[in-house]
């Protein structure tokens, strides 16, 4: 039998697993992120610099956005909660994008954007 760590509450939203190209804009900067998974109340993003707890900001994925709070971090990763909870529309309609195959991976965009540079190189 599987016991429960009962101090640690328990999730009660599902997570869209994703690997989206996305932008945290703080008062710090604006790194670019992965988001990795979604739900309503939050998500969680893969960051290469370290991202400070507290930290406040907006997060852009594809045509949406939402402000939250980074409330844990453990590079490379971090947890961001949403100030309010997104609508069930709008992670329908992320999961709709990416089954269709109309949103590039965090990999694919990197290498578009890198292909990108290097053709107006040559120019």
């Given amino acids: 039998m599987e016991h429960r760590d009962i101090t640690k509450p328990r999730r009660c939203e599902s997570r869209l697993r994703t690997d989206l190209p996305a932008q945290l804009i703080t008062l710090s900067?604006?790194?670019?992120v992965s988001l990795r998974d979604l739900s309503r109340k939050g998500a969680r993003l893969?960051?290469?610099?370290?991202?400070?707890?507290?930290?406040?900001?907006?997060?852009?994925?594809?045509?949406?956005?939402?402000?939250?709070t980074i409330v844990w971090s453990s590079h490379p990763?971090?947890?961001m909660a949403f100030d309010?909870?997104?609508?069930d529309d709008i992670v329908l309609r992320t999961r709709a994008i990416i089954d269709a195959g109309q949103a590039l991976s965090t990999s694919?965009?990197?290498?578009?954007?890198?292909?990108?540079?290097y053709m107006?190189?040559?120019?």
């Fill in 77 to 79: 990763h971090a947890g």
């Fill in 29 to 32: 900067g604006a790194p670019r």
């Fill in 46 to 68: 893969h960051c290469g610099d370290p991202l400070a707890i507290g930290s406040e900001g907006v997060l852009t994925w594809l045509d949406f956005e939402t402000f939250g």
């Fill in 120 to 123: 107006n190189l040559r120019q």
């Fill in 108 to 117: 694919q965009a990197n290498y578009q954007a890198a292909r990108d540079w």
């Fill in 84 to 87: 309010e909870p997104l609508a």
